[in-house]
């Protein structure tokens, strides 16, 4: 696959694919949106919005959630806000996300079948990790969104004037239904 890719980008920039890309580091609608990675949501997101390349930041992980308020998803908004110039936030949930209902104890298995010793799980779990909170999803995905939602609000160093948002899109239309 990587030699395919490589492929391709040679071409891609022999040919100057990239021109209609070129944009500044600066989100021009001034927007962070968190998100989920799922595959569907890669095109149909921005086409759902309104979006082109160079509105937003797009922040992406399984379940679109925040897990820890001092994580790498909270460190890229504020790196936004105080250096990018985002004013609002939009935590987009999707349905049929496959970061629901997923259970960490089947995941370890998973892992235990692909050659991860229990040494290094316990290791893990030394340094303080719940696999539980870590690893499993979410019941609910209204719940969740509106969790990360009130996660970043009070932050303790997000300031008072951004705005935050709970959306959830459909991930067959791209409706959107606005929750917080």
């Known amino acids: 696959m990587i030699d395919e890719i490589l492929q391709y980008n040679q071409a891609f920039v022999e040919n100057k694919g990239y021109e209609k890309y070129i944009t500044s580091k600066y989100p021009n609608k001034k927007v962070a949106i ?18 082109k390349n160079g509105d937003a930041k797009i922040i992406k992980n399984a379940g679109g959630i925040i897990s820890h308020p001092f994580g790498s998803a909270m460190r890229s908004l504020l790196i936004g806000i105080y250096e990018l110039d985002v004013k609002e936030i939009l935590v987009i949930g999707h349905t049929d996300c496959g970061a629901m209902y997923t259970d960490s104890k ?20 030394y340094y303080g990790i719940n696999f539980d909170a870590w690893l499993s999803g979410f019941m609910d995905l209204d719940v969740s ?36």
């Not at 995941?107 to 779990?125: F, L, V």
């Not at 969790?147 to 409706?175: A, C, N, R």
């Open 34 to 51: 968190v998100t989920c990675m799922d595959t569907r949501l890669t095109e149909l997101l921005p086409a759902a919005l309104g979006l």
């Open 106 to 125: 089947k995941m370890i298995e998973k892992m235990k079948a692909q050659g991860i010793t229990e040494q290094s799980i316990d290791m893990i779990k």
């Open 145 to 180: 969104v509106n969790k990360t939602v009130d996660m970043i609000k009070k932050h303790p160093l997000v300031p008072e004037e951004i705005k935050v948002y709970g959306l959830i899109i459909d991930s067959v239309t791209g409706e959107l239904t606005k929750i917080a």
